[in-house]
């Protein structure tokens, strides 16, 4: 299962950005979905994760200005960022685990999207 993320770029400090991530490949199910960000010299951190019932949790950090939603039709996760400050910069990794469809029936999966770069900057 192969996930693709898009919709970085540059923004300036208080505005907004939404990321989406679609995962393709032979699919059987999804179950968490998320968003993890690194930052220049920093560990890779969690930012927000979305079950498969739809709840949904976030980093301290970004409660309140981030939101994360799914489309279960389009196996695809998103990202709402709003308000952002420039500590926010970060590269951006969608992550997904399921299940994929094999000849023989079903396995795990767990995927890593190729990040996407969010610079906050005036």
């Known amino acids: 299962v192969q996930l693709q993320a898009s919709g970085g770029g540059l923004v300036q400090p208080g505005g907004s950005l939404r990321l989406s991530c679609a995962a393709s490949?032979?699919?059987?199910?999804?179950?968490?979905m998320g968003w993890y960000r690194q930052a220049p010299g920093k560990q890779r951190e969690l930012v927000a994760a979305i079950s498969s019932g739809g709840s949904a949790n976030y980093a301290d950090s970004v409660k309140g200005r981030f939101t994360i939603s799914r489309d279960n039709s389009k196996n695809t996760v998103y990202l709402e960022m709003s308000s952002l400050k420039p500590e926010d910069t970060a590269v951006y990794y969608c992550?997904?685990?399921?299940?994929?469809?094999?000849?023989?029936?079903?396995?795990?999966?767990?995927?890593w999207g190729q990040g996407t770069l969010v610079t906050v900057s005036s």
């Open positions: 992550q997904m685990d399921g299940r994929s469809s094999t000849s023989w029936g079903t396995r795990r999966f767990d995927s």
């Open positions: 490949g032979s699919i059987f199910s999804i179950n968490g």
